[in-house]
């Protein structure tokens, strides 16, 4: 269920048609409740109570898992409903559902309830987040695989932690691919602030359009350790504009300390130590470019011509590419000719999600 407040004739629309489409996906039923008062206020329930519709949600959740607590709610349904139907039924929908919450197992590793909720009470209380920090200090695997993987690949979900303590705080850390992510958004939109004068710690934020949602998904599983909430999707004007934006916001910690200084001289600027920083994942992530004239282009608009041309040493000497410095009105952009374009293909394809492969010219 989901109670909105909404303001103007096109919201109303617009959320009415996303949830019908949501309806319609998982083949059930759209209940909706209008209150009038001084704004007109909707109440939109779903019902997910067949067989085939159930079959659908859990098809789509084994594709794009859930995060936080409304995770662990989700697998409490789950137990459920394979409790319910483990006698497989002389109905297809309910044989084809079975086969649905089999694979979600196979993709946990073992029995939903057993492996991620073991000491599960049926009058849980799912407002806390106790579970969850049981989780998070738990070092019990849900998975039988044996594959290396690199440290801080798979860093827990921050959600559904809670305020933190100034000792939990100050004990997170940045692996070494995160902290490639985050130099590779500081370098285009994205952007640390500290608070007020008083304050040591920064938090990250970025913000895109709306259109670009699947490159801030991509991030946030990145970095949502260090989040304590989903992205977020607001309404933005611009002159007399008006458009729709995703921000990422992290909590503000003391790891983030150091990248504030090296990006943050009064203004933002190109770190001296940019040859070390500059990985090949910091390019990747360095969204704010794109294709043009057969070759590729870095927006570097908001910096100023010797730290552009400090970047653009980097890409010369590091990564031997042929860069040239552009004017576009009184600020300067790196543009990258096509005759190395196939070495920056090289160099951070494998690090980019296929929706972003338009930026290096990739069709």
């Given at each position: 269920?989901?109670?909105?407040?909404?303001k103007?004739?096109?919201?109303?629309?617009?959320?009415?048609?996303?949830?019908?489409?949501?309806?319609?996906?998982?083949?059930?039923?759209?209940?909706?409740?209008?209150?009038?008062?001084?704004?007109?206020?909707?109440?939109?329930?779903?019902?997910?109570?067949?067989?085939?519709?159930?079959?659908?949600?859990?098809?789509?959740?084994?594709?794009?898992?859930?995060?936080?607590?409304?995770?662990?709610?989700?697998?409490?349904?789950?137990?459920?409903?394979?409790?319910?139907?483990k006698?497989?039924?002389?109905?297809?929908?309910i044989?084809?559902l079975?086969?649905?919450?089999?694979?979600?197992?196979?993709?946990?590793?073992?029995?939903?309830?057993?492996?991620?909720?073991?000491?599960l009470?049926?009058?849980?209380?799912?407002s806390?987040?106790?579970?969850?920090?049981?989780?998070?200090?738990?070092?019990?695997?849900?998975?039988?695989?044996?594959?290396?993987v690199?440290?801080?690949?798979?860093?827990?979900?921050?959600?559904?932690?809670?305020?933190?303590?100034?000792?939990?705080?100050?004990?997170?850390?940045?692996?070494?691919?995160?902290?490639?992510?985050?130099?590779?958004?500081?370098?285009?939109?994205?952007?640390?602030?500290?608070?007020n004068?008083?304050?040591?710690?920064?938090?990250?934020?970025?913000?895109?359009?709306?259109?670009?949602?699947k490159?801030?998904?991509?991030?946030?599983?990145?970095?949502?350790?260090?989040?304590?909430?989903?992205?977020?999707?607001?309404?933005?004007?611009?002159?007399?504009?008006?458009?729709?934006?995703?921000?990422?916001?992290?909590?503000?910690?003391?790891?983030?300390?150091?990248?504030?200084?090296?990006?943050?001289?009064?203004?933002?600027?190109?770190?001296?130590?940019?040859?070390?920083l500059?990985?090949?994942?910091?390019?990747?992530?360095?969204?704010?470019?794109?294709?043009?004239?057969e070759?590729?282009?870095?927006?570097?608009?908001?910096?100023?011509?010797?730290d552009?041309?400090?970047?653009?040493n980097?890409?010369?000497?590091?990564?031997?590419l042929?860069?040239?410095?552009?004017?576009?009105?009184?600020?300067?952009?790196?543009?990258?000719?096509?005759?190395?374009?196939?070495?920056?293909?090289?160099?951070?394809?494998?690090?980019?999600?296929?929706?972003?492969?338009?930026?290096?010219?990739?069709?």
């Amino acid at each position: 269920m989901l109670f909105l407040r909404l303001k103007e004739k096109n919201d109303i629309v617009r959320v009415i048609s996303l949830f019908s489409k949501i309806s319609e996906y998982l083949n059930t039923s759209l209940i909706s409740k209008t209150i009038h008062s001084n704004n007109i206020k909707f109440t939109f329930t779903i019902l997910v109570n067949l067989p085939q519709s159930q079959e659908n949600l859990i098809k789509y959740f084994n594709k794009f898992p859930l995060l936080g607590k409304i995770s662990l709610d989700y697998e409490h349904w789950c137990e459920i409903l394979s409790n319910k139907y483990k006698v497989v039924g002389k109905f297809k929908a309910i044989e084809n559902l079975n086969i649905q919450l089999q694979n979600r197992q196979n993709m946990l590793g073992g029995n939903l309830c057993n492996n991620l909720l073991p000491n599960l009470s049926k009058k849980r209380n799912f407002s806390t987040s106790s579970i969850l920090q049981g989780k998070r200090k738990s070092s019990k695997s849900t998975s039988s695989c044996t594959d290396l993987v690199v440290w801080g690949k798979t860093l827990p979900s921050g959600l559904g932690w809670g305020i933190l303590t100034k000792q939990e705080r100050n004990m997170i850390g940045i692996p070494p691919y995160q902290y490639s992510v985050i130099v590779g958004l500081l370098l285009s939109d994205g952007w640390l602030i500290i608070p007020n004068t008083s304050s040591i710690n920064p938090r990250l934020g970025l913000s895109q359009s709306l259109n670009h949602f699947k490159y801030v998904w991509f991030v946030f599983n990145a970095l949502s350790h260090y989040c304590s909430s989903f992205p977020v999707i607001r309404k933005r004007k611009r002159g007399k504009k008006t458009y729709w934006c995703v921000d990422i916001i992290t909590r503000y910690l003391s790891c983030f300390a150091e990248l504030h200084s090296l990006f943050y001289v009064n203004k933002k600027v190109i770190p001296d130590n940019i040859y070390e920083l500059f990985t090949p994942v910091a390019f990747a992530l360095m969204g704010d470019g794109g294709f043009k004239s057969e070759g590729i282009f870095l927006c570097t608009d908001s910096y100023s011509i010797y730290d552009v041309v400090r970047l653009m040493n980097v890409l010369i000497i590091r990564y031997d590419l042929k860069c040239t410095l552009h004017k576009s009105n009184e600020n300067y952009r790196i543009y990258i000719s096509r005759k190395s374009v196939e070495k920056v293909i090289k160099i951070v394809k494998p690090h980019l999600i296929p929706s972003m492969y338009y930026k290096v010219g990739i069709v």
